[in-house]
């Protein structure tokens, strides 16, 4: 039995989405109730969102009666990121679609695709993906992305950080902002003016204090994805490029990322590993 405010979000989302990719089931819940990771949540509602538009309306209405959403891509992570005890979007199957361009330098992708399958896609061109977690496999690039997921090779010069270009998100009031669209950038500088205002002087902020911004340097020269990642504020200048880096490893907590155009690096045709012993850790 779903409490109020959740009844009336499930009774009102139906005008959008087909009760059949809505879930209030308690067996497709308690499967929804895990990720990769140890913890349990079991969710309220679960919904199989198919575009962008059905998205916009759930946050609507969510943010309508107060109820907490969290997103959802492959369910690999592990430390809970995708669990929630109220309303799970789903953003996998659907969401496959996506566009080489200039010749595989870059690519234009939905969140739902697998990793590994846009490796697959950018082989002929010789390139691949920037971050490179165990789990390309399995993990979708909205999620990687989402959580600043990176592997052994990537480090943090070729993260989703320093590969990521733009994105189409929307924001809990319902919004789409595409930072790849002058017309689109345009028109939220006429309806979040405050927004962008307030992201620029968040910037200036944290530049003019100078020990404040070394300090965020030195804390991402190395990986850090603790929390969210507050050194867009001191690489760039345009807040919209602020705005989609900071996108990357919040988690899903910022906005919901509905498509994303990164620079893809090269995939070297010879490659070799090689374990290599040294005598101790310090650096000569
Ligand atoms: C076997 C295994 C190996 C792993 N290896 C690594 C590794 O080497 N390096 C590493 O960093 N991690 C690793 N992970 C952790 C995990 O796989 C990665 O974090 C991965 O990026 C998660 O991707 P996903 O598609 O499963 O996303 P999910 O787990 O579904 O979601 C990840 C986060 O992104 C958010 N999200 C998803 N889609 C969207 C969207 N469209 N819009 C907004 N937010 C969204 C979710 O809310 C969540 O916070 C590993 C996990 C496993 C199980």
Redesign the pocket.
């Known amino acids: 039995m779903l409490k109020e405010n959740y009844k009336k979000f499930y009774d009102e989302i139906q005008s959008t989405i087909e009760k059949s990719r809505l879930y209030t089931d308690k067996l497709r819940n308690l499967a929804y109730g895990t990720?990769?990771g140890f913890y349990r949540l079991i969710p309220q509602i679960i919904i199989r969102a198919k575009n962008e538009k059905e998205v916009q309306k759930a946050l609507i209405l969510a943010n309508k009666y107060n109820l907490p959403v969290?997103?959802?891509?492959?369910?690999?992570?592990?430390a809970g990121?995708?669990i929630t005890d109220s309303i799970l979007i789903v953003?996998?199957k659907n969401?496959e679609e996506y566009d080489v361009l200039e010749n595989g330098d870059v690519i234009r992708m939905q969140?739902?695709i697998?990793?590994a399958r846009v490796n697959q896609i950018l082989v002929p061109y010789g390139r691949k993906l920037g971050?490179?977690?165990?789990?390309?496999n399995?993990?979708?690039?909205?999620?990687?992305?989402?959580?600043?997921?990176?592997?052994?090779n990537c480090g943090t010069h070729e993260n989703s950080y320093k590969t990521i270009l733009s994105a189409r998100l929307i924001f809990a009031d319902g919004t789409v902002l595409d930072t790849g669209s002058d017309e689109s950038k345009n028109n939220f500088l006429k309806s979040h003016a405050s927004f962008i205002r307030t992201i620029e002087a968040m910037r200036d902020r944290v530049r003019a204090n100078e020990s404040l911004a070394d300090r965020i340097r030195y804390k991402y020269s190395i990986k850090n994805?603790t929390g969210l990642s507050i050194n867009p504020f001191i690489d760039y200048t345009d807040p919209f490029q602020i705005i989609v880096n900071l996108?990357v490893g919040?988690?899903?907590?910022l906005?919901?990322?509905?498509e994303l155009t990164m620079k893809t690096v090269v995939n070297p045709k010879f490659k070799a590993s090689a374990m290599i012993y040294f005598h101790d850790i310090v650096r000569v």
């Open positions: 990720d990769a969290t997103f959802r891509a492959a369910g690999t992570s592990l990121q995708a953003a996998g969401w969140p739902g697998v990793g971050p490179d977690p165990a789990s390309i399995s993990a979708m690039i909205g999620g990687i992305v989402m959580n600043n997921a990176s592997g052994m994805t996108m919040s988690e899903g907590t906005a919901f990322m509905s």
